[in-house]
């Protein structure tokens, strides 16, 4: 009977139902959404049967003056870590080709890339696989088979029914042996294809390597520990093992002295529960970090789910206020006819309840309409994010928001005097109750200037990031990956020559990484003959790499086609800041010095400094530009072509080529400003989740502000009357209206815009080069908030203008 009577009610005023119903589910749809990737986050690797004993070894490589952390450790220690007290299991892996070139594959006529692992004995069992056709070891022992999970089997062959069907990878022809149901898309380890040691596309020495480990080589490890095992007696085990190892102990008396008392490979191990979150991994030769994320930014975005949810439920216990104030006849009228507080209590919470449920469902809808788009904000696959569970909860908390609201309105409501009411005496709202609910308006208004401000700083310097000159023009360079080393094929040199040919190409340069990449990272220690010494990044390029790229020397000469010959290396480029590390005063009295390093044959080198180049952005602006030293060779994967017209031309010019070559590989082809671009693609996705949550609070803001104006009209209503009988113009009326409105922005904009500024600041303090952000972006929006607010209170500013004398006394 109570929810027959809150439907009526709600149906009776459709306007309200509306606006409450809309207002909620907007709020509803973000956070939900939000609360999903947090959820998500959260769960990351949890599909692993008892993840918590699972854990990663890890390691800081410190002979790099940066220490990074790489999530990988010696193949060798495997062995040993089996035969330790407290170690159930332990296994490794690595990616079947680096992730930079990833296994290429033909399946029937499709050729395509996959994800693809080279496993060793234990890894399926540590991760809990289970086969869903076929025998998982057999096709892990077998040359000529693999394991392939059900969705790359759909991919692949348009299937799950793929036990049988056959591949070919790097020239060998493999069956399934095996099919497993595909890792959750919130795993640390993803893979679509397993091969064991013993596959077809393992190489010798790869194979040889995993199963002994005599050379050092890294690999992905993992351990599943018994319960109370001790972790610091394991780690020390595995760390004596390292600082014994000769092939990990080979480095230059300059690295050894500048270790001086640190460990060269410091080994640490921590949880597999914990891997999403520890993004200070580094890419490594071997994989590439994966999917990562600062746990700070995560719990930001659950504590701005929170926010938005807050804000929904505040202009909902608003909007319901301003509407018992109207029904306090009706209210009279029940509690006359016998309704004690049980039963008004019961038809507030009922009336609550339906429209945060009917909001729910609309927010649910909302939610699923704007997932595709979400999921691309956020760069994660969340396909999975409906699921039951996560309904049931989404519509337990529309029922928590329905009962918590229902509370204030409810007692409003057990306040209403009937004698008083019933005689044409109305109650009015008390002060404080008033101030009460302009107090969560203005907090309203002010969360939604503040993210409005941090949003224009964000999306601001992300765009002046973008667009920062990186040294050169990029707008005519192509950039093409090759799938292999150019030196050492001769396919890729003809490929080179041939591009090279075509009408609208002006030139084509060789080099390890395009500018605004770091794919093959590797450093080494240059010194000074009787001076300073310096760790730094080494570069090859080809001889044309800087006039191609059209790069002035800032001192000296840089490596000239006419004058260099590839793979000389007896001269060198330094960027200043090398020059100034290696302690020359100047750039220009590094030019005609020599310096020595170790090869990778551990030859000593010794090389002229022929010129200084200027810092080249391989780097984004979150760095400082580091010591670079470049050297002449044209073994790099990478083609740099300078277009001579439109860069369209040599795009297609490259595709048209690619199949004569390379068959059986995919071309990757890009600008290079594009590669520029990604270093902030992470940047410009969290500046697009901001504006879309800038919008939806201050869409709330506009909806609070509408009933807070809605509710100035009817309570001064009389005051109103009185003034334009005392001959009151309606502009006078009308600034009566804002002013009230125009005072709460301004309250609003005293308390949040301090505090935007302090996080606009402690943005661009992790930029080196800031955009000139000013006071601006706080007046920008201060506007916005003050424009979206007029437009919100338009309808009721225009009905106080226009009430009509008589109808306002007679109420």
């Not at 793929?162 to 095996?178: D, K, P, S």
């Not at 994966?290 to 202009?315: E, F, M, Q, S, T």
């Not at 765009?463 to 707008?475: K, L, Q, T």
Request: charged residues 20%; hydrophobic residues 50%.
């Amino acid at each position: 009977m109570d929810f027959r009577i809150g439907w009526r009610t709600l149906i009776q005023e459709p306007a309200y139902a509306l606006t409450a119903i809309l207002s909620l589910s907007i709020g509803l749809a973000a956070s939900l959404l939000l609360l999903g990737f947090v959820r998500y986050s959260m769960e990351y690797d949890r599909h692993v049967p008892e993840v918590e004993q699972v854990y990663v070894v890890k390691h800081h490589f410190n002979v790099e003056p940066s220490s990074p952390l790489f999530d990988i450790a010696p193949m060798f220690l495997r062995e040993l870590a089996l035969k330790m007290p407290g170690v159930v299991d332990a296994t490794s892996y690595i990616p079947a080709r680096p992730e930079i070139t990833p296994l290429t594959v033909r399946a029937g006529r499709n050729l395509l890339t996959v994800r693809g692992l080279i496993v060793l004995p234990g890894f399926p069992s540590l991760l809990g696989m289970r086969a869903l056709q076929g025998d998982l070891s057999t096709a892990l022992e077998r040359p000529d088979r693999f394991v392939i999970t059900d969705a790359a089997a759909v991919r692949m062959f348009g299937t799950r029914d793929a036990l049988g069907r056959t591949i070919t990878a790097e020239g060998h022809t493999m069956q399934v042996g095996a099919v497993v149901a595909a890792p959750p898309a919130n795993t640390t380890i993803p893979f679509e294809l397993l091969f064991g040691v013993n596959g077809a596309v393992v190489e010798p020495d790869i194979r040889h390597e995993m199963l002994t480990g005599e050379h050092g080589w890294m690999t992905k490890m993992l351990l599943r520990l018994q319960p109370g095992a001790s972790l610091p007696d394991i780690l020390a085990r595995l760390q004596q093992a390292v600082d014994r190892a000769p092939s990990l102990n080979q480095f230059s008396p300059e690295a050894r002295e500048r270790l001086g008392q640190r460990k060269a490979i410091e080994l640490t191990i921590s949880p597999l529960r914990d891997a999403y979150f520890d993004d200070k991994i580094a890419n490594s030769f071997i994989a590439l970090p994966g999917d990562r994320a600062n746990p700070r930014v995560v719990g930001g975005l659950a504590l701005l789910a929170a926010l938005i949810l807050l804000l929904a439920a505040i202009n909902y216990v608003n909007l319901t206020t301003v509407r018992v104030l109207r029904r306090q006849r009706e209210m009279a009228m029940r509690k006359v006819l016998g309704a004690g507080v049980p039963q008004i209590v019961l038809q507030f919470l009922l009336e609550s309840l339906l429209v945060a449920l009917a909001a729910t469902a609309l927010g649910l809808l909302m939610a699923w309409l704007a997932l595709p788009v979400f999921s691309q904000l956020v760069n994660r696959q969340l396909d999975g994010l409906f699921s039951p569970q996560n309904i049931a909860l989404a519509f337990g908390i529309g029922a928590l928001l329905g009962i918590v609201t229902a509370a204030y309105p409810a007692w409003i409501a057990l306040r209403v005097h009937p004698t008083q009411v019933l005689a044409g005496r109305p109650d009015m709202e008390s002060r404080g109750s008033m101030q009460w609910r302009r107090a969560l308006t203005v907090m309203q208004i002010a969360t939604a200037m503040g993210l409005a401000s941090v949003t224009i700083a964000v999306a601001w310097q992300t765009d002046y990031a973008m667009r920062a000159a990186p040294g050169f023009d990029p707008s005519p360079l192509v950039i093409v990956d090759m799938p292999g080393h150019v030196r050492d094929a001769d396919k890729a040199q003809r490929f080179v020559s041939a591009l090279q040919a075509q009408p609208g190409v002006a030139g084509v340069a060789v080099s390890e990484d395009p500018v605004g990449r770091l794919d093959w990272l590797w450093t080494r220690t240059l010194k000074r003959p009787g001076g300073a010494a310096a760790s730094m990044e080494m570069k090859m390029v080809s001889a044309n790499f800087f006039e191609l790229y059209g790069i002035a020397p800032a001192a000296g000469r840089l490596f000239q086609s006419s004058a260099d010959k590839d793979n000389d290396a007896t001269t060198m480029v330094l960027n200043a800041v090398a020059a100034r590390e290696l302690g020359f005063a100047s750039a220009e009295q590094a030019v005609g010095q020599s310096v020595t390093f170790t090869g990778f044959d551990n030859a000593v080198i010794t090389a002229r400094i022929v010129g200084i180049a200027p810092e080249l952005r391989f780097r984004s602006l979150h760095e400082q530009p580091a010591a670079t030293a470049y050297a002449l060779g044209n073994q790099g994967m990478v083609l740099s072509v300078r277009a001579a017209g439109a860069p369209a031309e040599v795009e297609r010019a490259a595709q048209a080529l690619w199949p004569g070559y390379f068959p059986d590989a995919i071309p990757k082809i890009y600008r290079a400003e594009d590669v520029l671009k990604a270093h902030y693609a992470e940047d410009a996705r969290m500046a697009k989740l901001l504006a879309v949550a800038s919008s939806i609070a201050l869409a709330i803001a506009a909806f609070g502000t509408y009933v807070l104006s809605a509710n100035t009209v009817q309570r001064r209503a009389r005051e109103i009357v009185l003034r334009k009988l005392h001959g009151a113009r309606r502009s006078d009326i009308g600034l009566l209206v804002v002013r009230e409105t125009g005072a709460m922005i301004l309250i609003a904009a005293a308390i949040s815009l301090p505090i935007a500024l302090v996080l606009i600041e402690r943005h661009l303090s992790s930029y080196i080069d800031r955009a000139p952000i000013g006071y601006w972006t706080l007046a920008l929006a201060l506007l916005l908030t003050l424009s979206t607010a007029l437009i919100a209170i338009t309808r009721h500013t225009w009905a106080a203008m226009r009430l009509p004398a008589g109808q306002a006394l007679r109420s």
